[in-house]
């Protein structure tokens, strides 16, 4: 930096501003003394500028899965595409944090960032606690209620539970819930979060039409939150006796698997075999037949996230905000993929 300021006949100070914030320099100065580095090759050394701020000017994102499977998933893409507005807008960068060998709570000290977006913790197994002690500002998104964290959601049980009125309405008695994967051992009677809430509201809605759970044609399989975990889904499912007549995905993702097995079989969708979803990603309108689905604003859900965070982290640095609690509305989409229960 010195070498730059004798270059440029200008102070250190002012090769500082240049790269930290150049509004305070005119027009000539900045010039100046960015010709100057230019002709010394010199660029600033991340790593030295983040020591001296304290600061990385990246957000970071907890992720609840391995990349190459979050990276399949086109939900992500979107929740990312929220965020990013807000990066752009607010001049950070975004890193992706996997599980580290399989804990979200090891990958937390080797992240080098201002803040997390926490995406789907089903349960605090420390996380909460790792960020709090380290004064890590972080904001919950699709996960448990902590006082004072801010946290963005939807109710996925009142979502579920609109999917099986609709289906019941239509009919159908023999169920196929297939949820995303869970670390909990010990099946559903051990979800938590999400996947756990969904559930609740599918068995909500059952039980109005005097359904249980565990009766006869009632079925609840997990499967990787992939098109292949759908489709796998849909094998077993279909492979049961007696059969479903309506497959309910807890995703998308998982719902496009099912029609691609229910393809590949030779299954008339919605004539033998209705199909639901979860998100209203960009896919679901493509589908053949095209997918009845719940909708929620995920983009919106990953720009109020990042929004959070970036207060959060003002207020790290001494500027007081209160936390944030946002629950955002969901629609349920009849589209062509669901219909009257085929007859036995």
């Keep these: 930096m010195q070498d730059v300021a004798d270059r440029a006949k200008v102070s250190k100070s002012a090769v500082s501003l240049a790269y930290n914030d150049p509004r305070k320099l005119s027009e000539t100065t900045l010039g100046n003394i960015r010709a100057a580095a230019a002709e010394l090759g010199y660029s600033q050394d991340p790593a030295a500028r983040m020591l001296r701020r304290r600061r990385t000017d990246s957000l970071g994102l907890l992720l609840p899965q391995q990349l190459d499977r979050v990276l399949e ?47 789907g913790l089903e349960f605090d197994r420390g996380e909460v606690t790792a960020l709090q002690q380290r004064g890590v500002p972080f904001v919950l998104v699709d996960s448990e209620d902590h006082d004072g964290v801010s946290s963005v959601d939807i109710d996925d049980g009142a979502a579920m539970e609109e999917v099986v009125d609709y289906l019941v309405g239509l009919g159908h008695r023999r169920f196929t819930f297939v949820a995303f994967e869970t670390d909990a051992e010990g099946g559903p009677a051990s979800w938590r979060g999400a996947v756990r809430q969904r559930l609740d509201g599918a068995m909500r809605g059952l039980r109005k039409a005097g359904i249980d759970l565990s009766d006869d044609g009632i079925e609840v399989v997990e499967a990787p939150n992939t098109r ?117």
């Design 73 to 119: 998933n086109p939900y992500y893409t979107l929740f990312m595409q929220g965020i990013g507005q807000v990066c752009q807008r607010e001049g950070f960068t975004l890193l992706l944090a996997p599980p580290l060998r399989g804990s979200m709570l090891r990958a937390i000290p080797y992240a080098a960032v201002d803040g997390f977006i926490v995406c």
């Design 228 to 344: 292949a975990g759908g489709a796998s889904a849909f094998r077993r499912a279909w492979g049961a006796s007696p059969r479903p007549t309506a497959v309910v995905a807890f995703s998308d993702i998982l719902a496009v698997g099912v029609l691609d097995g229910a393809r590949e079989a030779g299954v008339s969708v919605p004539a033998q075999l209705s199909v639901s979803g979860f998100d209203d990603l960009i896919e679901a309108g493509w589908t053949r037949p095209a997918l009845t689905t719940v909708r929620q604003p995920i983009v919106s859900k990953g720009r109020l996230a990042a929004e959070y965070l970036v207060e959060a982290i003002a207020a790290s640095e001494g500027t007081s905000v209160d936390a944030h609690r946002r629950r955002l509305s969901t629609a349920l989409l009849v589209r062509d993929s669901t219909g009257p229960a085929a007859s036995a």
